[in-house]
């Protein structure tokens, strides 16, 4: 049975990541235990890995989405319009306004249900996103198998960012978990 640990890279590949990014691979490392996927039978569903990262996060200055009702969430904004008032908002997980840096938590959905597809398009239209922290599961279990969704999540990123017909506005931050 392999150990649980934290996985992380950063893209593009031919920058440094950013100088908080330890910090914030600390807020997942220190709740290891009740969030690691490796060698557990069954993972937290993401707002529960959310929730049990969301103090350590808080710590750092992100503010993190509270539940699931319309005020406890995090928007940011996409588009303006007449007054300067928001037209479009997309909702993330966390958002760390210091560091222009989302941060989105996915589990079940990260591969199985594309989820990493919609949190790297969002990102690109989001203001002031300019890092994007993503973190999924390392394996993602149920009951007939089981996916690498970390790996299968850097393959993407590596594709996306590796391939000249393509130059995303944000840096990423893949976590895994």
């Known amino acids: 049975m392999a150990e649980n640990t934290i ?3 950063y893209f593009p ?3 440094p990541p950013p100088e908080y990014t330890p910090e914030i691979i600390s807020s997942f490392e220190d709740q290891l235990e009740r969030i ?3 060698g557990q039978d069954d993972g937290l569903p993401s707002d529960e890995v959310l929730a049990t990262v969301r103090p ?3 710590n750092l200055g992100f503010d993190v989405e509270a539940g699931k009702k319309k ?4 928007k940011r904004p996409v588009f303006f319009g007449e007054g300067g008032d928001p037209t479009l908002k997309y909702e993330v997980d966390a958002y760390h306004e210091e560091w222009d840096c989302g941060l989105e938590v996915e589990a079940g959905r990260a591969w199985q249900g594309n989820a990493i597809y919609r949190d790297l398009i969002q990102a690109m239209v989001m203001v002031r996103v300019g890092v994007l922290a993503l973190a999924v599961p390392n394996i993602y279990k149920w009951k007939s198998g089981s996916s690498p969704d970390f790996e299968r999540t850097k393959s993407v990123a590596e594709a996306l960012y590796g391939h000249s017909r393509v130059e995303l506005p944000y840096g990423l931050l893949l976590i895994g978990y």
């Not at 005020?71 to 995090?74: A, G, N, Q, R």
């Open 36 to 38: 690691g996927t490796i």
């Open 7 to 9: 996985n992380h890279i």
């Open 71 to 74: 005020h406890e969430k995090i």
């Open 13 to 15: 590949r031919t920058e």
């Open 56 to 58: 350590g996060l808080e």
